[in-house]
């Protein structure tokens, strides 16, 4: 479908941290009054399978981010037992051991920047160096290096999509086409001036 600018997509996991800590409504209302449409949403357990293919990274991704952990642990004189890339590996371990222990919800956003509305809406993946204002600076007070030190996943409360091509990947992952839904908002007739039938006015 060749998809018009005010119809880009994006794809969001509220994790499980937003939703054990009452957090649903709060994120999403932040989303609405940007003027995004919420096309699908649901709330699943992940399975560890589904997991591995939607973060998809690879051995120079781990390797980066192995160096990091080090670093960190190095800086809390905390011993490095294993190589760089194992330490990179074991970020991919620990968000799964924590995202198929309760429910998360996936939603669907949609209009026109979506990607990059809800990145700036969501904040930096660390929520310590987050601003103000966004979502993660504003609910959450956790960091990579204290993450690091009790060896888990950082609680950021949220996974956005980084690019379209990536939103569109993960939304294939998580949804049917049946269950994303088609249909024109009041809103974007007067932000876009779309009729109801999704055609110019």
């Not at 809390?76 to 222990?101: C, F, Q, W």
């Not at 007070?141 to 030190?149: E, I, K, L, Q």
Request: aromatic content about 8%; glycine content about 6%; overall charge negative.
């Amino acid at each position: 479908m060749n998809r018009k600018p005010h119809q880009e997509r994006t794809f969001v996991i509220l994790k499980p941290d937003t939703v054990q800590r009452g957090l649903v409504g709060e994120v999403i209302k932040r989303f609405e009054r940007t003027g995004l449409k919420f096309t699908a949403m649901k709330m699943f357990v992940p399975t560890e399978a589904q997991l591995q293919i939607h973060y998809n990274k690879d051995e120079e991704w781990f390797l980066k981010k192995g160096n990091r952990i080090i670093e960190d642990l190095t800086a809390h004189n905390l011993p490095v037992d294993k190589e760089p890339i194992e330490y990179g590996r074991d970020i991919i371990r620990t968000i799964v051991s924590y995202m198929t222990a309760a429910p998360v919800i996936g939603v669907v956003l949609e209009g026109n920047q979506a990607v990059g509305v809800v990145t700036k809406l969501v904040g930096t993946t660390e929520p310590s160096s987050s601003d103000v204002g966004t979502i993660r600076g504003d609910y959450t007070v956790d960091s990579y290096g204290h993450s690091s030190f009790e060896n888990r996943a950082v609680r950021n409360l949220i996974h956005c999509s980084e690019s379209p091509e990536e939103a569109e990947r993960e939304i294939a992952l998580w949804f049917t086409e049946n269950e994303v839904m088609d249909y024109v908002t009041a809103q974007e007739r007067i932000m876009y001036d779309v009729n109801f039938d999704g055609k110019p006015e």
